[in-house]
């Protein structure tokens, strides 16, 4: 509209020229005061949602927090509209009438106390409506009439509100879930039968009332098609027999939390489950806190094998042992037992765990805490179980006297077992999981036996191996072994020779950081040919072998963060499938060029490679600019490069935010002082060379002569006779030629022909073609004596 006005506002002043000029202001008043109208609007209606978080795609509307004290009006296209934690006091008679196309609505945490007959009208295509945390019901303001619109809702939550007696709920046909409290002890089954759709009922606590609860058969007796019920943390102070028979359909019961129940309430419980299409069943924690340890008994179980459950969780009860018969007795069905932060000790059911047909066992913070032995596992549970005090542990306990005599009998005979038989026999034939974390074992993993078994995941992670031996033979499907947060100091270069098929290898936080760094340490990793992710994170790692990970050509992810390394040099240009390499905090300044070129090989085959750099001290020195190059131009993706800090020779501190910037103003200062060092450096040798030169010009007499010595030296053959020296002259005579005369015509004359002496001179004894300095010296070796004719002449020829 606004666009149209311009346009013919223009269109008028360019085309319509005979208009009057009164005309032409009137229009231009209209133009102004629609501009003004509709920027007002458009103002008013950012104001109404400005506060709120929209997400466009989804249709979603989050008004959470805003300090809002009435329903605010919703877009007719919104499906999602959430006004948790507000003020909203009450919903109005057609607050929703607009929001026809609203699926779900959130109005928990309020201060709802008061809905009207026309509350939610508007939203008959309603899917979901969370209530919880209201007042509403404090003077009986939960209407029937309210819902009467809500005829396709599947999902109500009136949780924690302040309803006196169950609501009306006949008008929710289509409802499938409801999160509601107990109130009072009522037949709830009277109050639902008409919610033929109804499938999950969840009324788990904590309830505002301190009265226990006893359940009976009339408490959900009409509920044929529920499936899961959750009554935790409620409370519970029996359940008697017969209270779940009508539930025949019932696929999921959660009774846990409930610390007065004991055993004898479960057995109750599971006497009923027969009558179920049960399949998973948890009573955690219905033991008290502070109780004395107990046992499962058969009696308690028994009835569960005429059922098909597939999982039981027991956790936080207190088990120190089970009975003798417990095990053979569970249902054919049963793929998972979770039994952790319980005290069980070893026992003759030990015997029998090979028969459970479980695929994943969690007994996770379920071993004793005391120290174990490492010479020997088993003969310390004999001794432990020998010396163990029944009437101190078991003292006041909701059990009976022959119940600790069970107990006792339970751990009776254990010598007949041991720790090579139970470690190769007990692994149930279909068991593919096991958790033992946080389980306190404190021994060393010795060589372990196993038989054929379909073991594929192993958590031994918070635990104190004190060592790593090994091997553990025979579990060739282990995909997944977490041994990490032990401490360990040690393992042996086999320790992972039974175990080829290890995928994801959990080895943070221990203390592997000098085994690893050995030659032995080398081939620790050696047979994991197919190992995709390793994280030897926190492990105090100074120093690794660049061919640990050799013959992993299938990595993927490797962790080395929070150690010590200085010098990172590993071999990687053979991981293709490397696509992350964590080596944050560590004492990393460069990274050499070789080690780049494979990163940048493994960067140009996975497209995706990233590396974290962040933590280290890196350098912003002349000394490491390849690397800061390395880092403005790289390939490989760089985790959070923002984050990475750069100290210069100055120690200046930078975030690399802009590594190429900071390259290049690097390189800029490199590059002058490096003109500086070449300028010193090629005058530093001109001023040698030139030394050294005017020396051998000085002392060339003395330079040549001793050359020639060394010359003749080296050719003259040695003589027979050592100590007799045999000389071709007495003499030779060393003159200028200006006093060749005098040498020829005089001297000579008397010295040969007077004196009988054999001289040798230059003019008629030196060898023709020879160097003179060589004749010289030549000369001076074949005479006995030397004689220089020191003469004027002679003096100025030198």
Same mark, same amino acid.
């Given at each position: 509209?606004?666009?149209?006005?311009?346009?013919?506002?223009?269109?008028?002043?360019?085309?319509? #020229?005979?208009?009057?000029?009164?005309?032409?202001?009137?229009?231009?008043?209209?133009?102004?005061?629609?501009?003004?109208?509709?920027?007002?609007?458009?103002?008013?209606?950012?104001?109404?949602?400005?506060?709120?978080?929209?997400?466009?795609?989804?249709?979603?509307?989050?008004?959470? $927090?805003?300090?809002?004290?009435?329903?605010?009006?919703?877009?007719?296209?919104?499906?999602? +509209?959430?006004?948790?934690?507000?003020?909203?006091?009450?919903?109005?008679?057609?607050?929703?009438? #607009?929001?026809?196309?609203?699926?779900?609505?959130? +109005?928990?945490?309020?201060?709802?106390?008061?809905?009207?007959?026309?509350?939610?009208?508007?939203? /008959?295509?309603?899917?979901?409506?969370?209530?919880?945390?209201?007042?509403?019901?404090?003077?009986?303001?939960?209407?029937?009439?309210?819902?009467?619109?809500?005829?396709?809702?599947?999902?109500?939550?009136?949780?924690?509100?302040?309803?006196?007696?169950?609501? *009306?709920?006949?008008?929710?046909?289509?409802?499938?879930?409801?999160?509601?409290?107990?109130?009072?002890?009522?037949?709830?089954?009277? #109050?639902?039968?008409?919610?033929?759709?109804?499938?999950?009922?969840?009324?788990?606590?904590?309830?505002?009332?301190?009265?226990?609860?006893?359940?009976?058969?009339?408490?959900?007796?009409?509920?044929?098609?529920?499936?899961?019920?959750?009554?935790?943390?409620?409370?519970?102070?029996?359940?008697?027999?017969?209270?779940?028979? #009508?539930?025949?359909?019932? $696929?999921?019961?959660?009774?846990?939390?409930?610390?007065?129940?004991?055993? +004898?309430?479960?057995?109750?419980?599971? $006497?009923?489950?027969?009558?179920?299409?049960?399949?998973?069943?948890?009573?955690?924690?219905?033991?008290?806190?502070?109780?004395?340890?107990?046992?499962?008994?058969? =009696?308690?179980?028994?009835?569960?094998?005429?059922?098909?459950?597939?999982?039981?969780?027991?956790?936080?009860?207190?088990?120190?042992?089970?009975?003798?018969?417990?095990?053979?007795?569970?249902?054919?069905?049963?793929?998972?037992?979770?039994?952790?932060?319980?005290?069980?000790?070893?026992?003759?059911?030990?015997?029998?765990?090979?028969?459970?047909?479980?695929?994943?066992?969690?007994?996770?913070?379920?071993?004793?805490?005391?120290?174990?032995?490492?010479?020997?596992?088993?003969?310390?549970?004999?001794?432990?179980?020998?010396?163990? *005090?029944?009437?101190?542990?078991?003292?006041?306990?909701?059990?009976?006297?022959?119940?600790?005599?069970?107990?006792?009998?339970?751990?009776?005979?254990?010598?007949?077992?041991?720790?090579?038989?139970?470690?190769?026999?007990?692994?149930?034939?279909?068991?593919?999981?096991?958790?033992?974390?946080?389980?306190?074992?404190?021994?060393?993993?010795? /060589?372990?036996?196993?038989?054929?078994?379909?073991?594929?995941?192993?958590?031994?992670?918070?635990?104190?191996?004190?060592?790593?031996?090994?091997?553990?033979?025979?579990?060739?499907?282990?995909? !997944?072994?977490?041994?990490?947060?032990?401490?360990?100091?040690?393992?042996?270069?086999?320790?992972?020779?039974?175990?080829?098929?290890?995928?994801?290898?959990?080895?943070?936080?221990? %203390?592997?950081?000098?085994?690893?760094?050995?030659?032995?340490?080398?081939?620790?990793?050696?047979?994991?040919?197919?190992?995709?992710?390793?994280?030897?994170?926190?492990?105090?790692?100074?120093?690794?072998?660049?061919?640990?990970?050799?013959?992993?050509?299938?990595?993927?992810?490797?962790?080395?963060?929070?150690?010590?390394?200085?010098?990172?040099?590993?071999?990687?240009?053979?991981?293709?499938?490397?696509?992350?390499?964590?080596?944050?905090?560590?004492?990393?300044?460069?990274?050499?060029? *070789?080690?780049?070129?494979?990163?940048?090989?493994?960067?140009?085959?996975?497209?995706?490679?990233?590396?974290?750099?962040?933590?280290?001290?890196?350098? %912003?020195?002349?000394?490491?600019?390849?690397?800061?190059?390395?880092?403005?131009?790289?390939?490989?993706?760089?985790?959070?490069?923002?984050? !990475?800090?750069?100290?210069?020779?100055?120690?200046?501190?930078?975030?690399?935010?802009?590594?190429?910037?900071?390259?290049?103003?690097?390189?800029?200062?490199?590059?002058?002082?490096?003109?500086?060092?070449?300028?010193?450096?090629?005058?530093?040798?001109?001023?040698?060379?030139?030394?050294?030169?005017?020396?051998?010009?000085?002392?060339?007499?003395?330079?040549?002569?001793?050359?020639?010595?060394?010359?003749?030296?080296?050719?003259?053959?040695?003589?027979?006779?050592?100590?007799?020296?045999?000389?071709?002259? *007495?003499?030779?005579?060393?003159?200028?030629?200006?006093?060749?005369?005098?040498?020829?015509?005089?001297?000579?004359?008397?010295?040969?022909?007077?004196?009988?002496?054999?001289?040798?001179? $230059?003019?008629?004894?030196?060898?023709?073609?020879?160097?003179?300095?060589?004749?010289?010296?030549?000369?001076?070796?074949?005479?006995?004596?030397?004689? %220089?004719?020191?003469?004027? =002449?002679?003096?100025?020829?030198?």
């Amino acid at each position: 509209m606004l666009m149209v006005t311009v346009s013919d506002a223009r269109q008028t002043l360019t085309q319509k #020229h005979h208009c009057t000029r009164n005309t032409y202001l009137n229009m231009i008043k209209i133009l102004v005061i629609s501009t003004f109208v509709l920027c007002l609007d458009f103002k008013g209606k950012s104001l109404e949602m400005n506060s709120c978080e929209m997400d466009i795609k989804a249709k979603e509307v989050d008004c959470t $927090h805003q300090n809002l004290s009435k329903v605010t009006n919703c877009l007719k296209n919104t499906k999602t +509209l959430i006004l948790a934690r507000n003020n909203i006091y009450e919903i109005p008679d057609d607050s929703f009438v #607009h929001c026809v196309r609203l699926k779900d609505l959130n +109005l928990a945490r309020n201060k709802i106390e008061r809905l009207f007959p026309r509350s939610f009208k508007g939203l /008959e295509g309603l899917l979901s409506l969370n209530l919880e945390n209201n007042n509403i019901g404090k003077n009986n303001s939960f209407m029937k009439t309210s819902l009467t619109y809500l005829r396709k809702l599947q999902y109500l939550n009136i949780k924690n509100n302040s309803i006196l007696s169950f609501p *009306d709920l006949t008008a929710l046909i289509s409802l499938k879930t409801l999160s509601i409290n107990f109130i009072k002890e009522v037949a709830i089954g009277e #109050h639902l039968k008409g919610l033929k759709s109804l499938l999950t009922l969840d009324m788990s606590g904590p309830r505002s009332s301190c009265k226990p609860l006893i359940l009976t058969s009339d408490t959900f007796s009409g509920l044929h098609s529920l499936h899961s019920l959750d009554l935790s943390k409620n409370r519970i102070l029996k359940i008697w027999k017969g209270t779940f028979v #009508h539930l025949r359909n019932l $696929h999921f019961l959660d009774i846990s939390f409930n610390k007065d129940l004991g055993f +004898l309430g479960v057995e109750n419980v599971t $006497h009923d489950l027969p009558m179920t299409a049960i399949e998973i069943f948890k009573f955690q924690m219905v033991i008290p806190t502070l109780s004395a340890f107990t046992m499962i008994l058969k =009696n308690y179980l028994e009835e569960l094998n005429k059922t098909k459950l597939r999982e039981i969780y027991a956790d936080s009860n207190r088990i120190s042992l089970v009975d003798k018969g417990v095990i053979p007795i569970l249902p054919k069905t049963l793929e998972k037992i979770s039994i952790n932060d319980n005290f069980l000790i070893p026992g003759t059911y030990l015997s029998e765990v090979q028969r459970l047909p479980i695929k994943i066992l969690n007994v996770s913070s379920s071993i004793t805490h005391q120290v174990i032995n490492e010479d020997s596992i088993w003969p310390w549970c004999i001794d432990a179980i020998s010396g163990f *005090d029944f009437d101190f542990f078991f003292d006041g306990s909701s059990q009976s006297e022959s119940v600790k005599e069970k107990m006792k009998l339970a751990t009776a005979n254990l010598e007949s077992l041991n720790i090579s038989y139970f470690m190769a026999t007990s692994l149930p034939k279909t068991l593919r999981e096991v958790n033992v974390r946080g389980g306190a074992l404190q021994f060393e993993i010795p /060589e372990v036996h196993f038989k054929d078994n379909e073991l594929e995941r192993v958590d031994l992670s918070f635990n104190k191996f004190r060592s790593l031996i090994g091997p553990l033979n025979n579990l060739l499907k282990l995909n !997944y072994l977490d041994l990490s947060s032990n401490n360990c100091p040690d393992i042996s270069n086999v320790f992972f020779s039974g175990t080829p098929n290890i995928k994801t290898l959990m080895f943070q936080n221990n %203390c592997l950081g000098i085994v690893l760094s050995t030659r032995e340490g080398e081939e620790v990793f050696r047979s994991l040919k197919k190992l995709e992710t390793i994280n030897l994170s926190d492990n105090k790692i100074h120093f690794l072998p660049k061919m640990i990970f050799r013959t992993q050509n299938e990595m993927k992810e490797i962790s080395l963060r929070k150690n010590s390394i200085e010098k990172f040099q590993l071999k990687l240009n053979h991981m293709k499938n490397l696509s992350f390499l964590d080596i944050s905090n560590n004492n990393i300044r460069n990274i050499d060029p *070789d080690q780049t070129a494979e990163l940048e090989t493994i960067a140009k085959e996975n497209g995706k490679f990233r590396l974290d750099l962040r933590g280290n001290p890196i350098q %912003c020195t002349c000394k490491n600019i390849k690397f800061l190059k390395w880092i403005a131009s790289t390939k490989v993706i760089l985790q959070s490069v923002s984050s !990475y800090i750069c100290e210069f020779a100055n120690e200046t501190k930078v975030l690399l935010k802009n590594p190429t910037e900071i390259y290049k103003l690097l390189e800029k200062e490199c590059s002058s002082s490096w003109e500086v060092i070449l300028v010193v450096s090629i005058t530093f040798i001109i001023f040698v060379v030139i030394l050294v030169c005017g020396l051998i010009y000085r002392y060339r007499w003395k330079l040549r002569y001793l050359f020639f010595m060394a010359k003749s030296r080296y050719k003259r053959t040695s003589n027979v006779f050592p100590d007799e020296q045999i000389y071709d002259y *007495d003499a030779f005579i060393s003159y200028e030629d200006e006093d060749q005369y005098f040498v020829h015509n005089t001297l000579l004359t008397n010295i040969e022909r007077d004196g009988q002496f054999k001289v040798c001179v $230059h003019k008629r004894d030196f060898i023709a073609g020879n160097e003179i300095a060589a004749n010289i010296t030549d000369a001076i070796h074949r005479s006995r004596k030397t004689v %220089c004719i020191i003469t004027r =002449n002679f003096l100025n020829s030198y």
